[in-house]
T-cell receptor, first 113, second 109 residues
Framework: DTAVSQTPKYLVTQMGNDKSIKCEQN?????MYWYKQDSKKFLKIMFS???????INETVPNRFSPKSPDKAHLNLHINSLELGDSAVYFC????????????FGPGTRLTVL | QKEVEQNSGPLSVPEGAIASLNCTYS??????FFWYRQYSGKSPELIMF????GDKEDGRFTAQLNKASQYVSLLIRDSQPSDSATYLC?????????FGTGTSLTVIP
């Protein structure tokens, strides 16, 4: 069974479109995260939710909007996609915000043309 | 701006040698320090974490922390070709994790 899953795995779209990435974890964790990894492998946190509440909201364009319908799901919606949004987006989860180990999903490779 | 810096490499070592990976961080208030391994096209996975000064060993891996120098390292003994990956250093302050850009390691058979 996959612990942290993301869909889709690949996403190719045109500039200006709106797209969503979904994440689900079956680990019973309270905390979920979205990270962006650029072409230089730099992994940067975007958002974190603890039990459906937003606890980390980094400096990210407001075109990015996370939504957590329940603590097992954290989705990322992106409006008006730009070329610079091309990256790999990783979802992760942990038992709590202060727990050391994060479990990462397989990633979603977004390409904006 | 909290920064975590690593040499991007690539670092090449022969099989059986010790690989040494280094990381410095800017925030003296950082509390915990992590090493993640990321194979090409895969997601990061946690290898070790350390929060006290000194060494922490787990199998072939040793993490070393020096808070005074704001320096953390990872030693991989008896390097294997399967250790070839990018190694990401991460630092936690509060709820936040800050990652370095990673060091690419190649172990040559």
């Amino acid at each position: 069974d996959t612990a942290v899953s993301q869909t889709p795995k690949y996403l190719v779209t045109q500039m200006g479109n709106d797209k969503s990435i979904k994440c689900e974890q079956n680990l019973g964790h309270d905390t979920m995260y979205w990270y962006k990894q650029d072409s230089k492998k730099f992994l940067k946190i975007m958002f974190s939710y603890n039990n459906k509440e937003l606890i980390i909201n980094e400096t990210v364009p407001n075109r990015f909007s996370p939504k957590s319908p329940d603590k097992a799901h954290l989705n990322l919606h992106i409006n008006s996609l730009e070329l610079g949004d091309s990256a790999v987006y990783f979802c992760a989860s942990s038992i709590s915000p202060l727990y050391n180990e994060q479990f990462f999903g397989p990633g979603t490779r977004l390409t904006v043309l | 701006q909290k920064e975590v810096e690593q040499n991007s490499g690539p670092l090449s070592v022969p099989e059986g040698a010790i690989a040494s990976l280094n990381c410095t961080y800017s925030d003296r208030g950082s509390q915990s320090f992590f090493w993640y391994r990321q194979y090409s096209g895969k997601s990061p996975e946690l290898i070790m974490f350390i929060y006290s000064n000194g060494d922490k060993e787990d199998g072939r891996f040793t993490a070393q922390l020096n808070k005074a120098s704001q320096y953390v390292s990872l030693l991989i003994r008896d390097s294997q070709p399967s250790d070839s990956a990018t190694y990401l250093c991460a630092v936690r302050g509060g709820n936040q994790f800050y990652f370095g850009t990673g060091t690419s390691l190649t172990v040559i058979p």
